[in-house]
């Protein structure tokens, strides 16, 4: 992705579907850590700009730190669950490696086992664009929609005297 808030279409996309199950916090964050090394290598002029993080072992590591790091501020958030949170990171991470390896050429999701990168090109650019900006569209739709129910719900319900 050219940058990191496309890969938050499906993340809105998969919490729309399951909110207390997986948390949108945790698959923002881990796509804002994998993408700061490709930012790094970029503002530093080295290539390849996608290196540990860009690979499942990286993300895999990428998804632990914010685990971590919800873990030890969870009272700040106290509705997160720990399970929200894994399911989240996990999801944001490989995600964005899944998606990244499709469009970026120095790309190797698989190493340290392969430099092969079977995804580069699998699909059209516009096509992966689109995709992310629709599932983002849906997910925002959906979430929208659930919270005008519940509030019209409790707008519906008598109050106690």
Known sequence: MPFTP???????????????HISFLAFCGANVLVDVEPLYF?????????????????ATVAAGIVIGLFV?????VPKLTVRAVTLGA????????????????????????SDAN????????????GFCLLAGMV??????????????????RPTAR
Do not use: C
Not at 6 to 20: E, I, R, V, Y
Not at 118 to 126: C, I, M, R
Not at 142 to 155: D, E, F, Q, T
């Open 118 to 129: 079977p995804l580069l090109g699998a699909v059209f650019l516009n096509t992966l664009h």
């Open 139 to 156: 997910g925002i739709a959906v979430i929208g929609a659930r919270y005008l129910w519940k509030k019209s719900r409790a707008k519906a």
């Open 6 to 20: 496309f890969h938050f279409g499906p993340g809105a996309l998969l919490h729309s579907a399951a909110p207390k």
């Open 42 to 58: 970029m503002l530093t002029h080295q290539y390849p700009i996608h290196r540990f993080f860009h690979t499942y072992i990286g």
């Open 90 to 113: 996990f999801a944001g991470t490989y995600s964005h490696v899944l998606f990244d390896s499709v469009m970026h050429a120095d790309m190797e999701p698989f190493a340290p086992f």
């Open 72 to 76: 030890l501020v969870r009272n700040l």
